[in-house]
C-alpha cells in the first residue's frame, strides 16, 4: 500500500518551480561570491588553504581564474533555472560547486554542503519535465506528473537537517541562553530593536524559540490545519535571520522547501494558472524510477541518517574536540574562541629550535604565521584541531623542502561560549609525526570532564 502511495503520479508543479528557484539562488550565491569578495578573500589571496583532510590535491586556478569558475557557475545555475540541458547543467554545477568546497574550510558553512546534497538529488528528479527548454525541444519529456516520491525525498532531506539541529541545540549553553547572548551581542547595532539583543528577555525567549522552531516546523507543515500557520513562522524565522544574522541564502533556501508540503493542485493555481488540471489522470500509479528509489535513494538517507550521529561514537565532547562536527547540522552553536597559537619548531638534527629567521650554511629560513596566513585563516587556526594538524604538515613539508627535518609543537588555549580558557593541544605531542584520525578520537586533542569549568 505504502509503495503504491509512493508511486502515485501526482501534479509536478512544486518540482517545477523549485527547480526554477534552486537555478535562481545557484546564480545569486555563484555571483554573489564574486561580487562580496568572498571568492578574493577565500580562494585567490590566501598563500595557503585547508582543504578538507584528503583533498589536498585540489588547488585553486592561478591567478583571477577562480572568477571565471564562479562566473560559469553563475551561468549552469541559469541553465538550471530555465532548465536548458538541466541535467548536464547541474551535473557540471555540481562538480564545480564540491570541488571548491572541499578545497577550503577557513569559510565553512552548512548550507554549502546543503547544496551539493540537494543538487545530487535533483540530478535524478524530472525538474525538467514543464516550463523548461528541455521539454520544448524535446516533446517526448514534457509532462505535467511526478511519482509522489519526488516530493518525498526531498521534505525527508530538509526534515533530517531541522530534526538534528533541533537535537544539537540540547545542550547547557543554549538551553540557558549563553550562546544566543553571544550571537546577538555583536548586532545591538540592528535598528530600533538591536538595543535589546543583550536584555535576557529577548535572547532566552529566542534560544526556546529556535528549538521549537527547529523541531516543529516540518510536522506543523505536514498537517493541514497547522500549515498556514507553519508558513508564518517560516517567513518570519528565515527572514529575521537574513536580516539581523546575515546568513547568506540558507534562509530563502530553507523557504522553497514550502512547496512541496502544500497540495501540488495548489502549488500550479498560484505559479502555474494556464496549466491544465490533471484530473481524472492524476492518481494512476507508475512504477517507473523504482530502481533509482531502492538502490540510490535508500542507502543515501541511511548514510544521511548516520552521519550527524558519528560523533557519539568518537570520545569527547564535539563541542570541545570538533571531531565529527562537520556535515552533523551543527549550525551556529557556539563561538570558540582562542589565544593565538604558537608553534614550537624543533630541528631534529641539532635539537635546537628553529626561529622565525633560521640560519644555516648562510641560508636564511623564514616561517611566520603572519606572512602565510590571513586574518580569517588565523582566526581558523587558533581554535580548529584538524587545521592546526594541517599547519604542522605544511610546516613540515615546507622545511624538508630546505633540507631540514623538524618536530611540531603546538601551544593552544581555547574557549567554548567565553568559558574559561583551556589547552586543546598536548603541547608534548610532534603533531608533524602523527596522522589523522578520520573516524576515532585524535588522543592529542586534550580531553576534559567538562570544557566549562
Not at 519526488?150 to 541562553?177: E, R
Not at 555583536?186 to 524559540?209: D, H, M, Q, R, S
Not at 619548531?345 to 640560519?359: L, Q
Not at 593541544?425 to 610532534?430: F, G, L, R, V, Y
Request: aromatic residues 18%; hydrophobic residues 45%.
Amino acid at each position: 500500500m505504502f509503495t503504491q502511495k509512493l508511486f502515485l503520479q501526482i501534479d509536478n508543479s512544486p518540482l517545477i518551480i523549485f527547480r526554477i528557484l534552486l537555478g535562481l539562488l545557484l546564480f545569486i550565491e555563484s555571483f554573489g561570491s564574486i561580487l562580496t569578495g568572498w571568492v578574493k578573500n577565500n580562494l585567490i589571496t590566501p598563500r595557503i588553504l585547508f582543504p578538507f583532510i584528503g583533498f589536498e590535491w585540489l588547488h585553486p586556478l592561478p591567478g583571477y581564474g577562480m572568477y571565471f569558475y564562479f562566473a560559469l557557475m553563475a551561468i549552469l545555475g541559469l541553465f538550471v533555472m530555465i532548465g536548458y540541458r538541466y541535467k548536464a547543467s547541474l551535473f557540471c554545477f555540481l562538480l564545480l560547486w564540491t570541488a571548491q568546497y572541499l578545497m577550503q574550510k577557513t569559510s565553512y558553512n552548512n548550507h554549502y554542503y546543503f547544496l551539493i546534497l540537494i543538487c545530487f538529488i535533483m540530478l535524478f528528479l524530472p525538474a525538467n519535465a514543464y516550463c523548461s527548454f528541455d521539454s520544448k525541444r524535446n516533446k517526448r519529456l514534457k509532462s505535467l506528473f511526478m511519482p509522489q516520491w519526488c516530493s518525498y525525498v526531498l521534505m525527508l532531506q530538509i526534515a533530517i537537517l531541522y530534526f538534528y539541529a533541533t537535537i544539537a541545540k540540547l545542550y547547557p549553553d543554549w538551553l540557558d541562553g549563553t550562546f544566543t547572548r553571544l550571537l546577538y551581542s555583536n548586532k545591538t547595532n540592528f535598528p530600533v530593536i538591536g538595543k535589546y539583543f543583550t536584555e535576557k528577555w529577548f535572547y532566552l525567549p529566542i534560544a526556546y524559540l529556535g528549538i521549537l522552531f527547529d523541531g516543529l516546523v516540518v510536522p506543523l507543515l505536514l498537517w493541514k490545519k497547522t500549515r498556514t500557520i507553519a508558513l508564518i513562522a517560516n517567513i518570519i524565522f528565515h527572514l529575521s535571520n537574513s536580516l539581523i544574522l546575515q546568513v547568506g541564502i540558507f534562509p530563502y533556501f530553507a523557504l522553497s522547501f514550502v512547496v512541496f508540503f502544500y497540495p501540488p493542485e495548489t502549488i500550479r493555481r498560484i505559479f502555474f494558472r494556464n496549466r491544465p488540471t490533471l484530473q481524472p489522470y492524476i492518481d494512476n500509479v507508475n512504477f517507473k524510477g523504482i530502481n533509482v528509489l531502492k538502490y540510490l535513494f535508500i542507502p543515501y538517507f541511511m548514510i544521511q541518517i548516520f552521519l550527524p550521529l558519528r560523533h557519539w561514537l568518537i570520545e569527547g565532547d564535539v563541542f570541545w574536540t570538533e571531531e565529527g562536527h562537520r556535515l552533523s547540522w551543527r549550525m551556529m552553536l557556539r563561538k570558540r574562541s582562542g589565544y593565538p597559537i604558537q608553534f614550537l619548531i624543533i630541528d631534529k638534527k641539532t635539537g635546537k629550535e628553529v626561529k622565525n629567521t633560521y640560519s644555516k650554511n648562510n641560508l636564511s629560513i623564514s616561517f611566520s604565521l603572519d606572512h602565510l596566513l590571513t586574518e580569517k585563516q588565523k582566526n581558523k587556526i587558533n581554535t580548529s584541531p584538524d587545521v592546526i594538524w594541517q599547519m604542522a604538515q605544511y610546516i613540515k613539508k615546507d622545511f624538508k623542502q630546505k633540507g631540514i627535518d623538524v618536530a611540531v609543537y603546538a601551544d593552544c588555549w581555547v574557549s567554548i561560549n567565553n568559558h574559561p580558557y583551556k589547552r586543546l593541544i598536548n603541547e608534548k605531542t610532534d603533531l608533524a609525526n602523527v596522522k589523522w584520525n578520520y573516524f576515532t578520537h585524535s588522543p592529542w586533542i586534550i580531553l576534559y570532564e567538562d570544557y566549562r569549568k
